[in-house]
C-alpha cells in the first residue's frame, strides 16, 4: 500500500508501510497532492526505495486534511441493509446520496464540535469508508471504476438524528453542521486489486465496537457507486463519495470516536460542545 498525506501545516507526503518521504524529494514537478491523484488512480505512482529521501515515521507526523481542498463530497444512506433494518427504513432499490458542504469538513483529530442543544440534541457518529476520486470521468462503467479511483479513506460522518426523524426532508440540515466530516490522515492507494469486499469497517466509541460490518454486505459496492453518480454528473479529481455506514452511534461532549477500515486506516476524533 502506498499513501497521499499532508503535514498540519500542508507539505505535501508520499508513503508506504515503512514511512514517509515529502512528495516533493519523490516527485520534484508536483507541488500537491492534489497533482498527484491521477498518477495514483494510473498506479503510477514511484517506489520509495528509489527516493533519495530518508522515511519518516508516521508517529512523528502530525497530520492535517490530505487534500487542501476536497471537491464535491458526497454520502450514502442505508448502504447496509443491516443499519437500514435498525431505523427501521426500508432497504433502497438504488443509492441514497445526498451531498454535504465543504464547511462540514475537518481534518483528522477533529475535533468533532456539537451544535448548540438548542438545535438538535441528538447527534450520532458514523464509520464509513470513502472513496477519492484521482481522474475526471463521466458515464464510466462499474468494470474501468480502479481506473479513476485514487484511493480510499477513513471518514466519521455524523448526523442529527432528531432533526431527520423530524422530517426526512431535513436530511441535508441534519449533516452539514460544521465539522460533521472527519477525514482520515492519509489517502489508502493499493499497490495491486485490492478485495475490498473481505474489508471490515467498525465505528468505535469510547474504545468500544458500537457496529461493524464486512464491505461485502453493501447493497451497494464502491465500483458500483462511483459509475452510478458518474451517470449524474461529471465526477472530478478530489470528489469523495463516503459510502455508508454499518452503524451509527449517540455521541456526546467528552467521548472519542473513531472510524477504523481494516487495512485501510483509522481516524479518530474527541466530541466537544
Known amino acids: 500500500m502506498k499513501y497521499l498525506a499532508r503535514t498540519i501545516d500542508g507539505t505535501p507526503l508520499l508513503g508506504d508501510d515503512d514511512g514517509y518521504v515529502p512528495l516533493a524529494a519523490a516527485m520534484p514537478e508536483l507541488t500537491a497532492v492534489r497533482d498527484a491523484l491521477a498518477l495514483a488512480?494510473?498506479?503510477t505512482l514511484p517506489d520509495l526505495d528509489t527516493v533519495p529521501a530518508a522515511r519518516i515515521d508516521p508517529a512523528h507526523i502530525q497530520f492535517g486534511p490530505p487534500l487542501a481542498e476536497f471537491g464535491k463530497l458526497w454520502g450514502i444512506g442505508l448502504n447496509y441493509a443491516d443499519h437500514a433494518g435498525d431505523l427501521d427504513e426500508q432497504r433502497?432499490?438504488?443509492?441514497?446520496?445526498?451531498?454535504?458542504?465543504?464547511?462540514?469538513?475537518?481534518?483528522?483529530?477533529g475535533p468533532i464540535r456539537l451544535p448548540p442543544i438548542e438545535q438538535t440534541d441528538g447527534v450520532t457518529a458514523e464509520a464509513e469508508l470513502a472513496v477519492l476520486i484521482g481522474r475526471s470521468c463521466r458515464n464510466i462503467d462499474i468494470e474501468t471504476t480502479a481506473d479513476v479511483i485514487a484511493g480510499y479513506l477513513p471518514v466519521i460522518d455524523m448526523t442529527a438524528e432528531d432533526i431527520l426523524r423530524r422530517n426526512p426532508r431535513f436530511l441535508t440540515r441534519a449533516k452539514s453542521f460544521d465539522s460533521?466530516?472527519?477525514?482520515?490522515?492519509?489517502?489508502?492507494?493499493?499497490?495491486?486489486?485490492?478485495?475490498?469486499?473481505e474489508l471490515t469497517v467498525r465505528t468505535i466509541v469510547n474504545e468500544q465496537v458500537a457496529a461493524a460490518n464486512e464491505i461485502r454486505n453493501m447493497l451497494f459496492p464502491p465500483a458500483e457507486l462511483v459509475s452510478f453518480h458518474s451517470d449524474v454528473m461529471t465526477l472530478e479529481p478530489g470528489?469523495?463519495?463516503?459510502?455508508?455506514?454499518p452503524g451509527a452511534e449517540p455521541i456526546s461532549p467528552g467521548d472519542h470516536v473513531s472510524a477504523?477500515?481494516?487495512s485501510i486506516g483509522t481516524v479518530d476524533a474527541p466530541v466537544v460542545r
Open 239 to 245: 470528489d469523495l463519495i463516503s459510502t455508508g455506514t
Open 260 to 262: 477504523a477500515v481494516e
Open 180 to 197: 460533521f466530516l472527519v477525514v482520515g490522515p492519509a489517502i489508502a492507494v493499493p499497490e495491486e486489486p485490492l478485495a475490498l469486499e
Open 41 to 43: 488512480a494510473a498506479g
Open 92 to 109: 433502497p432499490d438504488e443509492p441514497a446520496s445526498f451531498m454535504k458542504p465543504e464547511s462540514a469538513l475537518t481534518g483528522p483529530g
